[in-house]
């Protein structure tokens, strides 16, 4: 492999250094994105936590995993399978969201839903006055 | 190696969360996207195992794994959207996703 990634920086190689920056990013990421599909109202705002997860998150990992290759058929490999789920992930999230919208989920009840929590009642009840 | 296994560890805490949403998921879409999300982190999980193993020819199954996600993902929403994966019979076509 390249010749420079193998410069010691401390304990550790320089192919490790990036490595473990880049899949600790891309961890960090992808727990983000999976609390976000837990914690997120409706499904179109999980679709923003799932994007998260296939783009931020999968992609630092998998160019984490570059630099620990052997080969270069292995880099190929990781990069084939990285241009493929950023093709994917949004031709997914566009049929889905078709399918939700056509299958009757609105984006918009789940944002009444906020506003009639009871911390909210006050700003409510001086809408009426208003009109 | 430590790398692989940190890894490892936080792709499978965060396929059970997903698989969690999937679980008390309130719509049919919320479980497509949480089963879709489960099957990438399972192509991340397949790689950084392989790698964690010695074995990187893995990979393959990776890659693999990544197209079936996709194409399994698309027929389900298909499937919901116009109940048959054929083409629609009667009414505006809206095209094929």
Known sequence: MLDFLDIMIGPLALADWLSWFFIISGSFFTVVG?????????????????????????????????????????????????????????????????????????????????????????????????? | MLLFSVACVVIILSMTLSLFRAFIGPTVFDRILAVNVTGTLTVALIAVYGFLDGRPEFLDIALLYALINFVGTIAVSKYVKYRDLGHPIEGPDGGDV
């Open chain 1, 34 to 131: 999976v609390i976000g599909i837990i914690r997120l109202p409706d499904v179109f705002s999980r679709m923003h936590g799932a994007g998260l997860v296939d783009t931020l998150g999968i992609m630092l990992i998998l160019t984490g995993l570059m630099f620990q290759a052997d080969e270069w058929i292995v880099v190929i490999k990781l990069f084939l399978i990285l241009l493929f789920i950023l093709f994917t992930s949004p031709s997914t999230t566009f049929a889905l969201a078709r399918a939700a919208i056509h299958g009757g989920v609105t984006p918009g009840p789940a944002v009444d839903e906020i506003l009639d929590t009871p911390n909210n009642t006050p700003k409510k009840e001086t809408d009426p006055s208003k009109t």
